[in-house]
């Protein structure tokens, strides 16, 4: 009897998961253009998809077609992982055959995924990536947001003219491209305007004790702290750096722009700023306009650096497409790879060698919200 | 230079006592059963969320929604043990073992898919709000409840083991399952009340884990779990006392390797299992191990 209702069980259990599996599965036509889409849907930046796929959601709303043909966007989880990064390129090209790919969101995730997508040359944009070795000698990648030896250098600039700082400390993931690469560069050009790096340390992606870090930059005293890394070791990085006493400004990247930020980090990251690609309020055209106002209808909150640059990101891949007039993805990638002067969300697009050329924004948390500071043109 | 060594030792004091905490768990389950529960990790992020949800959901005072939780995930322990270990209990270690990675792969999926992957802020209960400041020296107050509380579990477990009936009766089964069982004693519920302390003790680690680093999500436990773990080891698996000095020794080598090695500051994680793999290699039975097979408890 028991046995009988542990195998009912196990075939009920087994049954919906089959359902289920089958139901979400998409069985594209072939009048549709396949579009892999990587993100991080679990894992330590998983509140960045929330974003992304909000405004990937809604760009598709706005535009969704091209030459004529429904857009199919194929969603797969990378986990924030490089490994589970490749994996997932690899499934939406060989299994999924897409035509192009949106994402990773973080460059260390691009990174595992170039290799994959040069060899089966299928366009790959990146909405976030920053690290400039991304593109570099690369053909199929492109992305839609600034490189960070411009981001760092805004940082810098930011740091010695507005904050007047003349001493800083380096809080450095070491697992992520992203960080390892934006703290050079802004150590270059701080140095080179007059300022002195007093200390470094390095935090691990996933890492939630920093108390070790935090007592070792103590002694040294500096001005600001330089901190290019993601929102969760941001948030819980500035909690412990309070409570320890240490009371410098914090200074970020566009990986401290996202929401959970501040639900996590609270009272301590008031006062943080951070360099960004997108702020709601620096919203200059049509498109980004018109883009605003359905994100707004749908999810009542402003679009963020996250939503806007993937909605970027599709909105030049379907550009491209209809410049292209061919679904065939080396051709959408010549196309894609040719954008002049796109009338973006994030403002007025150009990519030289799949880089965007484009200003970058000042934003910092005041009373438990982002506010706009300034825009820095290249 | 010495209130940073004293304020290192104390971030050390603080983080080793929660590894200690979740390491014991392991400990104990090794001790009655020869397995390692790998789901044991996965055991304090099911704590973390309960009092999480508690708090947020049911809007119940800090103080009830923790024991709820502590209680509720003592039954998760139970239940884990009752579904997947005990149908294999005399199977081989090696199955065990792959349970139990299977339990921890289920258990992190099912939440990823209850409650999905993106982190959520664990609100802090007033009592641990606050830092006190001597000359320099920052204590965060919840650094101070985090080994007050192991200390006052682990006293606790110890006069359980070797004071109570119970607690005999888990020692015995250490030493010898089945003739533990001839003697006339419900393995099956000392076995149940093993993993209902253990994935109680995890469940504290886990609460007070997230009061410490106020972000929760599904697949927290993994790294805590790995460090409870090389811990355990490092105390000499199967002993209660061994763990928890084991946990101790973990969290203050890491932060003392940051403090004398900045450069080596993100290394961090892989020097717990660095400190694992040399422990394996020269001292197998670890600090407090005895006689291989011969002392539980």
């Not at chain 1, 909605?311 to 379907?318: K, R, S």
């Not at chain 2, 389950?29 to 009092?51: K, P």
């Not at chain 2, 006339?184 to 886990?206: K, R």
Request: hydrophobic residues 50%.
């Amino acid at each position: 009897m028991k046995r009988l209702l542990f195998k009912t069980v196990l075939f009920a259990l087994v049954t919906i998961f089959a359902i289920g599996y089958g139901v979400s599965k998409t069985y594209a036509a072939s009048n549709t253009i396949k579009v892999g889409v990587v993100y991080s849907m679990t894992g330590p930046v998983a509140s960045f998809e929330q974003s992304a796929w909000q405004g990937l959601q809604v760009a598709k709303e706005i535009m969704p077609t091209a030459l004529g043909k429904k857009i199919d966007l194929i969603l797969v989880d990378d986990q924030g992982d490089k490994v589970q990064a490749a994996n997932a390129v690899n499934k939406l090209i060989y299994d999924n055959k897409v035509d192009a790919i949106i994402g990773p969101l973080i460059s260390g995730n691009v990174m595992s995924a170039t290799p994959i997508v040069e060899k089966a040359k299928i366009p790959l944009i990146t909405p976030t990536g920053t690290n400039p070795l991304l593109t570099e000698g690369k053909n199929f990648i492109s992305r839609a947001c600034f490189i960070d030896p411009f981001q760092g250098k805004v940082a810098a600039i930011y740091a010695v003219k507005d904050l007047h700082a003349k001493t800083a400390a380096l809080v450095i993931d070491s697992a992520q491209d992203y960080s390892v690469g934006l703290a050079k560069f802004f150590e270059e050009n701080f140095k080179k305007l007059g300022g002195k790096i007093v200390a470094k340390t390095f935090i691990q992606t996933g890492e939630s004790n920093f108390s070790a870090q935090i007592a070792s930059l103590k002694p040294a005293n500096p001005q600001i702290i330089y901190m290019p890394c993601y929102y969760q070791e941001i948030a819980l990085f500035a909690r412990q750096a309070r409570e320890f006493g240490l009371k410098q400004p914090i200074l970020a990247g566009d990986g401290a722009a996202e929401a959970a930020l501040i639900k996590v980090g609270g009272a301590a990251v008031n006062g943080l700023t951070f360099t960004t690609g997108f702020a709601p309020e620096a919203i200059k055209t049509a498109l980004g306009k018109k883009f605003e106002q359905a994100y707004q209808a749908k999810y009542h909150k402003l679009p963020d650096n996250f939503a806007a640059l993937s909605a970027d990101a599709y909105f030049m891949l379907v550009n491209a497409i209809d410049r292209a007039k061919s679904d065939n993805p080396i051709k959408i990638n010549t196309a894609l790879r040719q954008t002049k002067n796109f009338q973006g969300v994030t403002g007025n697009i150009t990519l030289v060698n799949g880089n965007a050329i484009k200003p970058a924004v000042i934003e910092k948390v005041e009373n438990g919200k982002f506010v706009y500071v300034t825009t820095i043109n290249p | 230079m010495l209130t940073t060594v004293l304020q290192q030792l104390i971030n050390g004091l603080s983080a080793g006592s929660l590894y200690a905490l979740v390491a014991i768990g392991y400990t104990m389950v090794y001790g009655v059963l020869r397995m390692i529960n790998f789901a044991h990790g996965d055991i304090l992020m099911v704590g973390a969320y309960l009092a999480f949800f508690g708090i947020s959901a049911f809007m119940l005072p800090w103080w009830v929604s923790f024991i709820t939780a502590i209680i509720l995930t003592g039954f998760v322990g139970v239940l884990v043990e009752k579904l997947a270990y005990k149908p294999i209990r005399n199977a081989s270690r090696v199955s065990l073992l792959i349970t139990a990675v299977g339990v921890s792969f289920f258990l992190e999926n099912l939440f990823l898919v209850l409650f999905g992957g993106v982190p959520k802020a664990f609100p802090i209960a007033p009592i641990f709000h606050g830092v006190l400041n001597y000359n320099q020296l920052y204590l965060p107050v919840v650094s101070i409840y985090t080994p007050i509380v192991a200390l006052v579990l682990l006293y606790m477990l110890l006069y359980i083991l070797h004071h109570t009936k119970y607690g005999m009766a888990m020692r015995s089964i250490a030493l010898d399952i089945d003739t533990t069982s001839l003697m006339g004693i419900n393995v099956d519920i000392v076995i149940s009340l093993v993993f209902f302390i253990g994935s109680s003790l995890a469940a504290v680690g886990g609460i007070l884990w997230s009061t410490q680093y106020p972000s929760i999500n599904p697949l927290m436990g993994i790294m805590p779990g790995l460090k409870a773990f090389a811990a355990a080891v490092l105390g000499g698996i199967g002993d209660v006392a061994g763990a928890a000095i084991g946990g101790l020794i973990l969290g203050i080598a890491e932060v003392l390797i940051v403090a004398f090695f900045p450069s080596l500051a993100g290394y961090k994680d892989a020097f717990a299992f660095l400190l694992l793999i040399l422990v394996l290699l020269f001292k197998p039975t670890g600090i407090m191990g005895k006689e291989l097979e011969r002392k539980r408890f």
